[in-house]
């Protein structure tokens, strides 16, 4: 259950951090930049709808019909032209995404302004100029406010078109993603696109206002005028304004929601559904392009102008006329998006806002999801996400997870290319995916490592650390743990033990058992022990190595006198054991490893040298002493105090063995210790020559100082 609940902690701290990551503006820019590029290039240019086509100019249409290079030196004339050449082919709506504020000859205006009145379908440009503008406050302080002013076309030419609109497009970074269909700080006017699917819903829906009302589609108490033929393009605004008021209203009580509409106006035209969209939608919009530049079809300015036979039938279509040039990158009016195309040339500003109204005409802008389902959805994926990969071994829980990653990636893509749904995509695949990955498996590693420790730990109540670890963590071979090795023996054994065995009951006895090799051994592990065999009531140890170590010796030496103070410490604290620790030592090489039979095995120290540290610790029952070594294990420790004790024939043993006692550590012993033992080899030396009288004299002048030294005793009872 806890591991449960800590899989759901690392999905909900998933889930939660892609949430506030795709809310944030940092986020919302990684989806922009990274997501929605990728679904676009992923799905590919599709086909615009054929209602519209972009009339453009490009870098040789001043050539090709005998003008200058730039459109701003052109006689309006030739504009004129092209309208009456566009309403000859029947062309729907005429939409100039140029600028005409400043006048020329006024034959050129009047020509321009006749072409377009007798037309009844142009639509104009309004420019609309953003700045930042410094104003001062009380104390001199200065700011800066954003203020916006429109530039109409002369008035002129505005007085016969049928619509005005502005075309700004909100600039992202260094890219274009949106679109405004009504400019809200414009006093809710309407921009280009929509003022021309206003125009082209009219002009192929005469009556276009009454079905929507009569339909009960739209609810309007009076009706404003529809834009008839005579009407103009103030009017035009007026009419949207009031009908956008209206159905925004509608749309934000749910009075009727755009998808009741299939179910209660099965008949109604596509464009007239679009229509309604457009005003009950938002006013900012993302653009769902087609494709690289030229995707949506454009045709030279010069071809019309021309009546070249190359021009496709542009009955009942919306034109947009402004600079396209599809093979010049430094054409003017670009705009860097997705489809830019690898020799640098981008979308222009017309093929934008053909873009645009095809969005609007087939309800095609691209659909992101509102904050709250965002939040949801990448809560609920990195909650998965991050408990599957935490959960599950990683061997399942790795690939289920790049599994799940990538359903959800032809998921979105799949919406996004059936139905221009814009799920979060960078955010779940680059951000979520990898943190779950990461925050899973580390989560994994650290649960591991602490199951791994916890098997090294009781393992190693039986076993060396060393190998404990390594066969926690599967690196070694049981097998390769029997071993012939060199290593300093450490014997020790509790005097007195039968005595307390009686007088404690077992379970008292055990805790008292575990207490006293607590104690013991701690010093033994503070010097790197290698190997620990309890044995009843006393411990052998081992020092291992290769070969002849002097640091091993020095070691096991230390560690002898480290564990006898800490047996005296833990006297004064049991007063039931009343006797010293004894502990014996000697080196040589023994088999450390696995023995027994019969299924059971202990990890155990076999060889002569355990054998003669044994018995060199039995050796201090009759010595009276407390650590003894054989010689061999002191050699060269010039930093122990020791004392020579002779050489003794040990039980099982086949030549005397050379012992000394281990006193002290030089910079600790007093000099009562160095005194003791410099006479007791005065003393030893007289007796090995047996010269007993001198030797039992020597002894007695040392027990006067020291009454109860055991060797000394041991000895002057034999003189």
């Given amino acids: 259950m806890r591991r449960l609940m800590k899989g759901l902690a690392v999905g909900v701290c998933t889930g939660l951090s892609g949430a506030l990551l795709a809310l944030s503006p940092l986020g919302a820019g990684f989806e922009r930049n990274v997501g929605l590029a990728w679904l676009f290039r992923a799905r590919g240019p599709i086909t615009p709808p054929a209602e519209m086509v972009v009339v453009g100019i490009n870098a040789r249409t001043g050539a090709d019909i005998g003008l200058p290079s730039l459109p701003i030196q052109w006689p309006r004339t030739i504009h004129a032209r092209l309208i009456e050449e566009l309403v000859r082919r029947n062309a729907s709506v005429i939409a100039f995404d140029m600028h005409f504020s400043e006048p020329k000859s006024a034959e050129q205006d009047r020509a321009f302004a006749t072409a377009i009145t007798e037309s009844g379908r142009v639509v104009l440009l309004e420019k609309l100029i953003g700045r930042r503008q410094l104003i001062t406050g009380g104390g001199g302080k200065q700011s800066a406010i954003w203020t916006e002013s429109t530039e109409p076309p002369l008035a002129a030419l505005a007085a016969g078109s049928k619509g005005i609109g502005s075309f700004p497009l909100p600039k992202l970074g260094a890219s274009v993603y949106e679109f405004w269909t009504f400019k809200a700080s414009a006093g809710d006017a309407p921009t280009l696109p929509a003022v021309a699917l206003q125009l082209h819903a009219a002009a192929t829906h005469p009556h276009w206002l009454e079905s929507l009302v009569r339909t009960g589609t739209i609810t309007v108490r009076d009706p404003p005028p529809a834009a008839g033929a005579d009407g103009d393009a103030g009017a035009l605004r007026e009419l949207m304004r009031s009908l956008r008021s209206t159905l925004a209203a509608d749309g934000a009580t749910g009075a009727r929601g755009p998808q009741q509409d299939d179910l209660l106006e099965p008949g109604l035209p596509p464009v007239l559904r679009a229509l309604v969209e457009l005003y009950r939608g938002p006013n900012v919009r993302y653009l769902n392009f087609y494709g690289p530049p030229g995707t949506i079809t454009t045709i030279p300015y010069q071809a019309v102008i021309n009546a070249s036979g190359d021009v496709p039938d542009l009955s009942g279509k919306v034109v947009f006329v402004g600079y396209s040039d599809l093979y010049d990158a430094g054409q003017p009016d670009r705009f860097y998006t997705v489809f830019t195309s690898d020799d640098g040339v981008d979308l222009s500003g017309v093929e934008i806002a053909a873009t645009s109204f095809a969005n609007l005409l087939t309800n095609r802008a691209l659909k992101p999801l509102d904050a709250l389902p965002t939040a949801a959805v990448l809560t609920a994926f990195g909650l998965i996400m991050g408990a599957l990969v935490y959960l599950l071994p990683a061997l399942w829980g790795v690939p289920l997870a790049l599994a799940l990653a990538a359903s959800y990636a032809l998921a979105a893509q799949h919406g996004f290319t059936t ?14 995916t990898p943190v ?80 006293y090799f607590d104690s013991l051994s701690r010093p033994l592990r503070e010097h790197k022990v290698d190997v620990t065999e309890f044995r009843a009531d006393g411990i052998m140890c081992a020092w291992t190595s290769p070969a002849p170590l002097l640091a091993a010796r020095r070691s096991a030496v230390l560690a002898a006198l480290g564990a006898a103070a800490a047996i005296t410490e833990f006297k004064q604290r049991n007063p039931v054991l009343v006797s010293p620790l004894r502990i014996g030592l000697e080196v040589g090489w023994v088999y450390v490893g696995h023995a027994g039979g019969g299924g059971h095995f202990v990890y155990s120290i076999v060889g002569d040298c355990a054998n003669t540290a044994s018995r060199v610790e039995s050796l201090n029952k009759h010595l009276g002493s407390q650590i003894l070594a054989s010689q061999s294990t002191v050699e060269a420790l010039d930093e122990i105090l020791v004392r020579p004790l002779g050489r003794f024939q040990l039980a099982g043993k086949s030549e005397p063995v050379a012992v000394v006692e281990i006193v002290a550590l030089k910079e600790r012993a007093t000099a009562g210790d160095l005194q003791r033992c410099e006479r007791f080899a005065q003393a030893l030396a007289h007796f090995q020559a047996a010269d007993w009288a001198m030797a039992h004299t020597l002894f007695d002048g040392i027990l006067d100082g020291h009454p109860e030294d055991g060797p000394t005793r041991f000895y002057r009872a034999r003189c």
């Fill in 419 to 432: 139905r221009d749904l814009w799920l979060p995509f960078a955010t779940p695949l680059l951000a979520q």
């Fill in 436 to 515: 779950a990955l990461f925050a899973g498996l580390l989560g994994q590693y650290l649960l591991e490592r602490r199951r791994g420790k916890r098997v090294s730990e009781a393992i190693s109540y039986y076993l060396p650390e060393n190998i404990a670890r390594d066969l926690a963590k599967n690196t070694l071979d049981p097998a390769s743990v029997n071993k012939v090795v060199f290593s300093t023996c450490l014997a020790t054994d509790m005097a007195g033990f039968s005595s307390i065995a009686e007088k404690l009951p077992p379970g008292e006895l055990a805790s008292f058992l575990n207490e």
